[in-house]
């Protein structure tokens, strides 16, 4: 099982995250790429939250068709194009991922993506002892 820690020597995180993830030798992992707001179908959300709530369902589909869950995930890295979304993009990590899952994050802003009409992208890692 993964274990999430945040040392007494170091500032409490800033958001939904732990300062480290400890993954089990035994561990298989899951490396799942750049996830955008696009649907099935490849239509795009409108907007940062709609995309932000995408990013999210995409990453939870990935890890599902991995063998994995929520539980498992252990390290996200966030591109944001404008720090104005910074608060639409964790009330959506809220909603689709929940208080209780705390991977290891990062947080970037970017001056674009792979289409200026793209808002969001994260990719995440996954292990499951």
């Known amino acids: 099982m993964n274990k999430a820690s945040n040392p007494k020597t170091v500032a409490t995180p800033l958001g939904a995250y732990s300062h480290t993830v ?4 035994s561990a298989s992992w899951l490396v799942i790429s750049g996830q955008v707001g696009l649907d099935v179908k490849g239509k795009l959300q ?3 939250r709609k995309q932000a709530e995408q990013v999210f369902r995409n ?4 890890l599902k068709d991995g063998g994995m869950a929520k539980k498992d995930l252990v390290k996200f890295t966030v591109f944001l194009t ?18 209780a899952t705390v991977p290891a994050s990062t ?11 793209i808002l969001i992208e994260i990719e995440a890692t996954a292990a499951k002892g």
């Not at 608060?87 to 929940?98: L, M, N, P, S, T």
């Not at 947080?107 to 009409?117: E, F, R, T, W």
């Open 22 to 25: 400890a993954v089990p030798a």
């Open 46 to 48: 409108p907007g940062i």
């Open 59 to 62: 990453i939870l589909a990935c």
């Open 82 to 99: 404008d720090s104005r979304h910074i608060a639409d993009y964790r009330a959506a990590r809220k909603k689709v991922i929940g208080d």
């Open 107 to 117: 947080l970037l802003i970017v001056n674009g993506l792979a289409s200026p009409d």
